[in-house]
């Protein structure tokens, strides 16, 4: 199901992510969503489609931004 806003984001996103990230993730995640909704476009027919849609919003999140190993906040990079 796609997320309408930030506030609709898996709580794993919401608290640890700054408020552009999770723009960024839920972008991601609703277009992926719509992209391998059908399973010939995803590489691995095991994974759903959101599960696939989350591995595309966390690498989209990881293209701009870093988590700080030392207090494991996500800061852009």
Known sequence: M????????PDKVKEHLPAHAQD??????????????????????SDSAEEVAHKVAWAAVKLKFKKDEKSGNWKLK
């Open 2 to 9: 796609p997320y309408k806003s930030n506030t609709d984001l």
């Open 24 to 45: 960024i993730y839920r972008e991601a995640f609703n277009h992926a969503l719509k992209e391998y909704k059908n399973p010939d476009n995803r590489k691995s027919k």
